[in-house]
């Protein structure tokens, strides 16, 4: 007889887990399968490159999470669990050709400073748009963290337009529909004060001409000097670790190695799921799907999959590819300007113009010359990383294509390419080969290999353009992560609010079933 719980979960991202653990505590019996032999799906942290070097393999800045409402419901059972944040004063900066940084510290006056020493005609804008901030962040964080659309965003709204006016309002839905071009224009001369906030539109598939980018990337940038950056003490997997120990400290399980093949739907209604080898699992209360929505249709009957509600989820669009490079150095990166060596993450774009042609070469299938490169440096930190002394750098390497236009595939292309971006690092941090004792290089090949989900490499669970977000994420008539069939929830990267380690889908899931 098929084993019967109240909610099952299918699959074990940080959003699944989410959910499981939300609704583990409030008396749910929950069963959590995961196709991988580990939970944990885009965090995930190895000894990928020498032994004692412990890398993030993909998400590595636990900010999200930390600000996000798991973390609020949960934190001291997390916290007993083991898991332990690592805050960082400095937590990003742009580093230039001429070597100049512009850092952004956990620190208001500071980082005005750094602006002012860079570009003293920008410091006024600077230090408004800071104080803008304050006066927009509540409504953006709580439109972030309502369903969409629901009766909670719509109050979101009505009390926006109470504290801030018409006007302020229309300021509002200027920022969500501006690109970070425009946005920047709009307030600075210099051209690096522009690249520090267009390079966080990169970390998502915003370049700096696409409408949608400012909103994210404003968060970002000011956001720095309220809240720095936080990764995991030994790592992000510390994060899902604790999860799986708060489900299973409330009766829930997590199983791996449980592929879940095949969603079953009575009189309309989900109500269980058959894993491959065929073991049957039944649902009472409702299946979450913690699936790329373009994966889902598969593992629904074909009749239902057919219904075109359902099919459209096929037509779900990938955002551009991400390549990943795991260092183990046996000395911090000699940055061209020592300054950048105590910030988590290096941004090298480096100007806007170069984000806005990688982005117009990746989407034309070409491998660009000057990728967006997003420089993690966890051991500044976290020395726990690394055996004493030496260091792990993270290297992300944004808006790639998905397919080459030269019909290479990645498997092909990725080994050249990587010594590229050694050779562009190489410009900033002279000497930065010789410390390598250890390397991996993870293509966007190799990205769906380790998760699903990362359909053709796309590290963000879907596009995030505006038809894809918002209420139409992550296709029309799915949203408040509903589906088109009665008991089947979605939540993940590909849902409402988007990408990131936030859980904040799995807790709007969790939320709309106790
Ligand atoms: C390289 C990279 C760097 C990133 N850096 C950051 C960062 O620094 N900070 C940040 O906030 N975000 C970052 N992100 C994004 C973030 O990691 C993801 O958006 C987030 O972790 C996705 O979580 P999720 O809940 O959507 O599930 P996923 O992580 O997508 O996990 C889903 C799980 O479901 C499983 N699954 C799928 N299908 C099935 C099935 N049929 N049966 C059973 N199991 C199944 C998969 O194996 C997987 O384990 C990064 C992502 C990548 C790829």
């Not at 229309?170 to 224009?185: I, N």
């Not at 390497?397 to 998905?402: A, Q, T």
Request: hydrophobic content about 45%; aromatic content about 8%.
């Amino acid at each position: 007889m098929a084993t019967a719980v109240d909610v099952i979960v299918i699959g074990s991202g940080v959003n699944g887990l989410s959910a499981a653990a939300l609704l583990a505590k409030s008396g749910k019996s929950v069963l959590v399968l995961e196709a991988n032999d580990r939970p944990g799906g885009a965090v995930r942290t190895e000894q990928i490159t020498l032994p004692g070097f412990h890398h993030d393999l993909f998400a590595m800045n636990l900010g999200l999470f930390a600000g996000g409402p798991v973390n609020a419901a949960l934190g001291a059972d997390l916290a007993r669990h083991g898991f332990e944040l690592v805050p960082s004063a400095k937590p990003f900066c742009s580093l230039f050709p001429d070597g100049s940084v512009l850092g952004v510290q956990a620190d208001p006056a500071a980082t005005l400073a750094n602006v002012i020493a860079l570009a003293p005609q920008d410091g006024l804008a600077w230090q408004c748009l800071t104080e803008q901030l304050g006066s927009w962040a509540p409504h953006l964080i709580g439109m972030l963290g309502a369903d969409m659309p629901s009766v909670k965003a719509a109050k979101t709204l009505y009390k926006a337009r109470k504290d801030l006016g018409n006007d302020g309002v229309y300021e509002l839905v200027k920022l969500a529909l501006a690109s970070t071009r425009s946005f920047t224009d709009q307030h600075f001369t210099d051209p690096r004060v522009k690249a520090l906030m267009a390079s966080w539109g990169m970390h998502l598939d915003f370049a700096p001409d696409v409408p949608g980018g400012a909103m994210f990337a404003f968060l970002e940038t000011f956001g720095g000097q309220l809240f720095g950056m936080v990764i995991g003490k030994h790592g992000a997997a510390g994060m899902i670790n604790a999860l799986v120990g708060v489900i299973e400290e409330y009766g829930g399980t997590v199983r791996t190695s449980a592929p879940v093949e095949h969603i079953d739907v009575t009189n309309g209604r989900a109500t269980g799921v058959r894993i491959a080898g065929g073991e049957q699992f039944t649902a009472r209360k409702a299946v979450i799907s913690n699936v790329n929505p373009a994966l889902m249709p598969a593992l629904l009957p074909p009749e239902i999959a057919a219904r075109p509600a359902v099919a459209r989820a096929r037509q779900f669009q990938p955002g551009l590819a991400t390549m990943m490079m795991h260092l183990a150095l046996d000395a911090q990166p000699d940055w061209i300007n020592p300054q950048a060596k105590d910030y988590n993450y290096v941004h090298i774009g480096p100007y806007v113009d170069d984000m806005a042609m990688t982005y117009a070469h990746a989407q034309a299938g070409r491998l660009p010359d000057h990728p967006t490169l997003v420089v993690g440096q966890p051991t500044v930190t976290d020395p726990s990383r690394a055996p004493e002394g030496k260091h792990v750098l993270w290297v992300q390497v944004r808006m790639l294509p998905l397919t080459l236009a030269d019909g290479r595939t990645w498997d092909d292309a990725a080994p050249a390419y990587a010594e590229h971006v050694l050779d562009l690092l190489e410009q900033y941090a002279p000497g930065l080969r010789g410390h390598i004792l250890g390397s991996a290089v993870l293509s966007p090949a190799d990205l769906p290999r380790y998760n699903v989900n990362l359909v053709q490499g796309d590290s963000l669970g879907g596009s995030h353009h505006p038809a894809q977000f918002f209420f139409l994420r992550p296709v029309p008539g799915w949203g408040r992560h509903r589906t088109p069939i009665d008991g089947l929830y979605v939540c993940g990267a590909s849902t409402w609010p988007g990408g990131g380690v936030g859980g904040t889908s799995g807790a709007l899931v969790a939320d709309s079933l106790t």
